[in-house]
């Protein structure tokens, strides 16, 4: 069975910093795309940065030059570096991975297989 569990959630200042990680366990997901979703409160789920089996990386516009998205694969391991964060960012970000042609942050989620149950970043201004 495969366990996707995201850390590093947490309350930040505006213009903070958190890194969230998403281990896995259950299966090598060393050939899936990867990516980092969000969602805010009363709004719908988002994608904010995607990296593909080949470390090739995608980012909402919303985030660019702001987070870096990265994976290790020897850990079996997603990363999410989130800097000068803003109170628009406040949302549960969840790591999902899934056998993608295509590895976009605007790919439907509804083709990931697998699933991380959020973390909550809050961010005051």
């Known amino acids: 069975q495969v366990q996707m569990v995201e850390s590093g959630g947490g309350s930040v200042q505006a213009g903070g910093s958190l890194r969230l990680s998403c281990v896995i366990s259950?299966?090598?997901?060393?050939?899936?795309?990867m990516a980092w979703f969000r969602q805010a409160p009363g709004k719908e789920r988002e994608g904010v940065a995607a990296?593909?089996?080949?470390?090739?990386?995608d980012y909402a516009d919303s985030v660019k030059g702001r987070f870096t998205i990265s994976r290790d694969n020897a850990k079996n391991s997603l990363y999410l570096q989130m800097n000068n964060l803003k109170p628009e960012d406040i949302a549960t970000y969840s790591c999902?991975?899934?056998?993608?042609?295509?590895?976009?942050?605007?790919?439907?989620?509804?083709?990931?297989?697998?699933w991380g149950q959020g973390t909550q970043v809050t961010v005051s201004s």
């Open positions: 999902a991975a899934g056998i993608l042609y295509d590895c976009f942050v605007d790919t439907s989620p509804y083709g990931f297989n697998y």
């Open positions: 259950g299966k090598t997901l060393s050939r899936y795309c």
């Open positions: 990296i593909s089996s080949d470390g090739s990386t």
